[in-house]
């Protein structure tokens, strides 16, 4: 099936520091979206993009939807030990397609 | 606001055995599906519901079925336990209205083993 490449898979990094994932794809999606899992729950949404090249921040994090369409990549800035988690991208075709998922980028964060 | 509620959160089957996952959500969302979640693999698509009466495969459907009688439920029914199943499912769903945002309203997950 279709896949979205996401790296990196994992992350160890002490707080404070800045954070950048990213997802790219072979196909164009309409639609990138970012969402975070927390230990034992589901994921939920963080930050949807709509356009090639849109930039939307939501506190401290940042996402850009790429200009060629394949690709988005998260930013966090100054992380703190709440930022714990796997973040995942998602990409969708058209306004009702399903959503195709990246495997994830599993964060974790030193005191 | 209840959103998508699944049970059992966890679950343990012998191979062989059916069970179901129920799922419902109360945001009136006309889409619905299901994801199962391995480590290292992500999220992949199981099944999914566009309305009442419409059911379609994902990216790994075998050895699933599902039904979607109701608006707001959307079961789950694994039909002989493989230990291939051993996973975590998850449900969501999302409105399919004009000016939706597209995003995906998840359950907690069940947790099940197969032995």
């Known amino acids: 099936g279709q896949q979205l490449n996401q790296s990196p898979q994992s992350m160890f990094i002490q707080e404070g520091e800045d954070v950048s994932m990213n997802c790219t794809s072979s196909?164009?999606?309409?639609?990138w979206l970012w969402y975070k899992q927390d230990p034992g729950e589901g994921p939920v949404l963080l930050i949807a993009?709509?356009?090639?090249?849109e930039l939307t921040s939501n506190g401290r994090l940042t996402a850009q939807f790429g200009i060629t369409r394949k690709d988005s990549f998260l930013n966090i800035s100054a992380s703190i030990p709440s930022d714990v988690g796997i973040y995942f991208c998602?990409?969708?075709?058209?306004?009702?397609?399903?959503?195709?998922f990246g495997k994830g980028t599993k964060l974790s964060v030193k005191p | 606001n209840a959103g998508v509620t699944q049970t059992p959160k966890f679950q343990v089957l012998k191979t062989g055995q059916s069970m179901t996952l129920q799922c419902a959500q109360d945001?009136?969302?006309?889409?619905m599906s299901w994801y199962r979640q391995d480590p290292g693999m992500g999220l992949r698509l199981i099944h999914y519901?566009?309305?009442?009466?419409?059911?379609d495969q994902g990216e790994v459907p075998n050895g699933y079925n599902v039904s979607r009688s109701t608006t707001e439920d959307f079961p789950l029914r694994l039909l002989s336990a493989a230990p291939s199943q051993t996973s975590v499912y998850f449900c969501?769903?999302?409105?399919?209205?004009?000016?939706?945002?597209?995003?995906?309203?998840f359950g907690e997950g069940s947790r099940l083993t197969v032995l």
């Open positions: 969501a769903s999302r409105t399919r209205l004009a000016g939706g945002t597209g995003e995906l309203f």
């Open positions: 196909s164009i999606f309409n639609t």
């Open positions: 519901s566009v309305g009442a009466g419409i059911t």
């Open positions: 945001m009136n969302h006309e889409y």
């Open positions: 993009l709509y356009k090639a090249g």
């Open positions: 998602a990409g969708q075709k058209g306004s009702q397609g399903n959503l195709i």
